[in-house]
């Protein structure tokens, strides 16, 4: 079965952080730019990272900038998003999503080969 699995997902206070695996299964990362994504109640779904194929460029929503570092591990077929500084408003569910191209540019807007099923992020005291 080819499917993507997020893990990592909980409850933190704010300030805390929180490192979110992305594992694939059936099929290899190697050939696809990955992002994440996250859905707050009531919002709809936002990008929130991108890495391409081979590490060596990343994207950051605004938001998350300086607090999130996205990275991926190819041997592990996983690809991780840290997340530290974490604030009340970074709760959403988080999903990743393997995109149909190498590159970041424009991800946002790419209809995705594959989608996690969807980790939830709750940041409270």
């Known amino acids: 079965q080819l499917q993507l699995v997020e893990s990592g997902g909980g409850l933190v206070q704010p300030g805390g952080s929180l490192r979110l695996s992305c594992a694939a299964s059936?099929?290899?990362?190697?050939?696809?730019?990955i992002g994440w994504f996250r859905q707050a109640p009531g919002k709809e779904r936002a990008g929130v990272s991108c890495?391409?194929?081979?590490?060596?460029?990343?994207n950051y929503a605004d938001s998350v900038k300086g607090r999130f570092t996205i990275s991926r591990d190819n041997a592990k077929n996983t690809v991780y998003l840290q997340m530290r500084s974490l604030k009340p408003e970074d709760t959403a569910v988080y999903y990743c999503?393997?995109?149909?191209?190498?590159?970041?540019?424009?991800?946002?807007?790419?209809?995705?080969?594959?989608w996690g099923q969807g980790t939830q992020v709750t940041v409270s005291s």
């Open positions: 059936g099929f290899t990362l190697d050939y696809y730019a």
């Open positions: 999503a393997a995109l149909p191209q190498g590159y970041c540019s424009g991800y946002e807007f790419i209809v995705p080969d594959y």
């Open positions: 890495i391409s194929i081979n590490g060596g460029s990343t």
